[in-house]
Each structure stands twice: as C-alpha cells, then as structure tokens.
C-alpha cells in the first residue's frame, strides 16, 4: 500500500484517543496498528514519538504504557532513533545497577532480599527471577558476578567507550566511523552467539538475568550500530539492519514464551484468561497472546474458554504462590515482547524512510508541538 507521510510532529490527538478507547487501534511498539475485525487490520496508523521525559498520565494510560512497558525502553517508544546521548545514559545505568548487585553478592541472604527493592527499580530483570530459596539467589549472584567480568567489563565497556566518542564528535572522520561499527559489530556478534549459547529451559533456571541482561545490552549496542549507519548516511543499510535485528529479537522472545508458559500447559498465555489474573492489564495479555501466536493454533475463543477451565479445574493444588509466579512470568516476557515489538517498529519506520526518500536529517529535526503530552505522533494517510 502506498502513503503520503507528511513530516510533521503533531498531537495524538482526540480522534485517535477514541480509536484507541473503543479498540480499533492498537499501540504495538512505537506504532498505532488498526485492530483485528476493522478495515485494512494490521496496517500502521500513525508512528509515535517520545518528545518529554513525562507523560501525561492520560496519554499513557490511553497507549497502556504499563512500568514494564516503560522499562523496555532500551528502545525508544518513538519513532526516533536513541540518539548517541540516551544510549550512553542507558548503559551507563545499567552498568551502575550491575555493579550495585554484585556488591550483594558478599552480604548476608536477608540483607540481600532487603536491598534488591531498590537496585530492582532500575534492573527489571531482576523483578521477575525466582529467588523462593536461598540456593537459587545465591546461584543468580553468581551469574550477576560472571555477567559483570564477561560482558560489562568487556564488551560493555568498549561500547561505551565509542558511543561516548561520537556524542562528543562535532564531526566524525572516516576512520572514526570504520573504528565505531566494527566495535558495534563485533559487541552484537558476541551478544547474539552468548545469548543463543543460553537456551531457555526451567522456570527456575538461574541463566535468566544473564539472558536477559545480554538481552538488553544486545538492544542498546544495535541502536547505536543504527544510529550511526543512518548518521552517516546509509539509511538502506540501517534498514536491512534493523529489520534483521527484529527477526533475531522476535525469535528469542518467542523462544522465552515457550519456555516459560508452555502451550502444552494451559494453553500458554491463554492462562491469563482465568479471573485470578483480573487484575493483570488487558493489553499485557494482548501482547503474550502475540508472543505466542508464531505457533498457536485454534481460535482465540476457544482456547480462552479452555484455559480457563484448565484453570479452575487445577487451582485447588495450584494455589496463591502459582499465582504470583505466573504474575512475574508475564512481566518478563512483557519485558521482552516490548522491547521486541518496539525493534520492529523502528524497523517500520527504517523502511518507510527509505521508501518516501526521508533523510535522517529531515526526520530527527522534526519539531515537537507545542501540546503533545509527553507522545507526539507522525499520521500516516493513503496516497490518492
């Protein structure tokens, strides 16, 4: 289908809010996608745009931007780029979260659970690992303390070293260039080959901060190999890259779902369906339900239906603790099906750059309205 993008910022506005209340839009990532059951489903309504550090409550709760929705920020909900500024911020953060948890690691079991409240609000990997005993915590601290030596103090810290450099560069040269992308390269490489290397199995494996650590640098160090392919020009280039990079992303979440909430037991997210999970946000079972959906069959009624008495039928030996559990599965792979749908929206717009002849320069300067609580949007509209 062919679009007319007018290049200009505005507010989400009204209409969109009701379209997004009565469900016929959806935000998935960094984009409004029409709803399933409305005309032309599927398709890119509008991009969207973080232009404030807050966001009106309205708006947010309107995009169900939900805490960990906000945490997968390692990607932008917009449709810009992170620039090389936020990048550095994010990984200095998390370098700064790591380092806080591996000085846990020497302290006694009830200081440790005292303290992971706090480091948790920056690390949200850390809410949703299983640490019910001691054996398990005091294995996840020892991944914390690998994790810290083999990746943030390698990997991590080169990385950081380059996205630094060119923040600071009014002008980059050809070898700055050269030096930064293989750097990014070979981090993403490494990233890509550890993360592989850790196939998800037991719910209570301790590898899962590690994965999902990795995970999370994987996303910061691509943005910056994107943001520096579209910086110097080669906007094809990120787009190839990008839309490879939701693929790679789109397989492992997929592959954690499985793991974590597998079809065979429940239906797999379907379980979210029974009312002990109410108070689970509606658009955080939408977007499981997405996750699963690679291999899922059956319609969605009836596997609901089915889930649920699957549910009942087994709570009596299930019980309160199976419950909060399964709460914290669904916010990891939130996590990670954010963060995944959010690399692909920028792969959207990746290649809608490349298709309308946008230059980076023209998108990046676009200017914020004056009203946009915290989101603004770029609407598509169908060429006549």
Known sequence: MSY???PILTELRPELLARLKIGELRRVGGVLRVAKGYSRAGSIAAHLRDVGDLVDPMVSASLHLTQVAAAASVVNLGVSVAGFALVLHKM??????????AELTQRQHGEVMGALDGIASQLIELRYVAFESRELLEATLDEVRRVRRDLLDSYLARVLTEVDLLRRAKQMTEHDTSRALRTF????????????????????????????LRFRVWCLTSLAEVQLLRRVGDD???????????STGR????????????SSEFHGAFRFAHSAFNGLDREVYVRLVRLQEVSARGTVDNREVEARMEVARAMPRLGPPWIERQRALAGLLDFAEEATAR???LA???????????SYAHWEALAAPAKHGGIAVIEREERT
Do not use: Y
Not at 188 to 212: K, M, S, V
Not at 236 to 246: D, I, K
Not at 254 to 260: D, R, Y
């Open 4 to 6: 007319f993008v007018n």
């Open 92 to 101: 200095a953060k998390l370098q700064q979260s790591v380092n806080a948890l």
């Open 185 to 212: 390269g070979e981090a993403r490489r490494w990233l890509e080959q550890t993360i592989h290397a850790l196939p998800a199995r037991a719910r209570d494996d301790a590898h899962w901060f590690d994965r999902l």
């Open 236 to 246: 094809r280039g990120a787009a190839v890259l990008t839309r490879a990079l939701a």
């Open 251 to 262: 397989g492992w979440a997929h592959g954690w779902s499985e793991a974590l909430l597998p």
């Open 343 to 345: 690399i692909e929206s």
């Open 348 to 358: 959207d717009e990746m290649e809608m750059c490349v298709d309308e002849r946008l």
